[in-house]
């Protein structure tokens, strides 16, 4: 928020929470597009807005939260890496706390957040679980469930434990991690896949969780989608069988 707000508060710094106006929403638009961002990042930056604006309405520090005009929301990015790509990208990855992310990250389908926030206390070696969401933290965190260790992972897990400085599974330099995406662009550079980013590994593990014919359900537990068919939506139609059978009735 406090980020997002550098961006806003030159619009909307000196506007009173009730006045703002759809006008505004859009000169702010224009100006950002201007700038060079993407219509993704000033949906999420209004978004921000609009949910500052509903709080202060809840706890009636404002009569009426108005409308927040925002660009319509893009369609996700539809990229993602085979698993021979994520192998070269680990190799190519020039710090060991990046390839352990990578490695993290493909194995529990966590967000990025999620992956740099986990701490040892949440990894049960001794029944191979991990739980990426913080039960001190009472945030509401999107897509944290709790998952299994696979093979890989345990014995990177394994590795990384025996040299850790900090509470943080993935460290660097004595201490936690803030961002990955450089070191993980730069990897991406090196085999071919600059499009490469945090995001995408979340991706690229969804989908071959049902290239493999895994059950949206199960898919979505996995992610720890609250709503099964945002899973439908985005992945169904990386299963194998998705809509084979009536395919195969209009066959002549």
């Not at 049960?124 to 009472?138: A, G, V, Y």
């Not at 093979?151 to 040299?163: F, I, N």
Request: charged share 25%; net charge positive; with cysteine.
């Amino acid at each position: 928020m406090g980020y997002t707000w550098k961006a806003l508060e030159p619009y909307f710094g000196s506007i009173e929470g009730e006045a703002v106006a759809v006008a505004d929403c859009r000169a702010y638009t224009e100006h950002r597009r201007k700038a060079g961002k993407k219509d993704g990042s000033i949906h999420t930056e209004l978004g921000h807005l609009r949910s500052v604006l509903v709080w202060a309405h809840r706890a009636r520090l404002i009569k009426h939260a108005p409308h927040i005009e925002r660009p319509s929301k893009p369609d996700p990015k539809e990229g993602y890496l085979t698993r021979s790509e994520v192998s070269r990208l680990i190799e190519a990855a020039n710090s060991p706390h990046i390839k352990l992310a990578i490695r993290l990250m493909i194995a529990t389908g966590a967000r990025n957040a999620a992956a740099l926030q986990l701490t040892w206390d949440r990894v049960d070696f001794k029944n191979r679980m991990i739980q990426l969401r913080n039960p001190f933290d009472k945030a509401r965190r999107k897509g944290r469930a709790t998952v299994p260790i696979n093979d890989s992972l345990l014995a990177a897990l394994e590795e990384a434990r025996k040299g850790a400085l900090t509470p943080y599974v993935v460290e660097w330099a004595g201490g936690s991690v803030t961002s990955i995406k450089k070191g993980i662009k730069t990897a991406g550079a090196a085999v071919g896949r600059p499009d490469a980013s945090p995001h995408m590994l979340r991706h690229s593990a969804a989908v071959w969780l049902a290239e493999d014919g895994h059950s949206m359900d199960e898919i979505a537990q996995f992610l720890g989608h609250e709503n099964s068919r945002i899973t439908f939506k985005t992945y169904a139609r990386y299963s194998p069988g998705y809509l084979r059978r009536l395919a195969s009735s209009l066959d002549v």
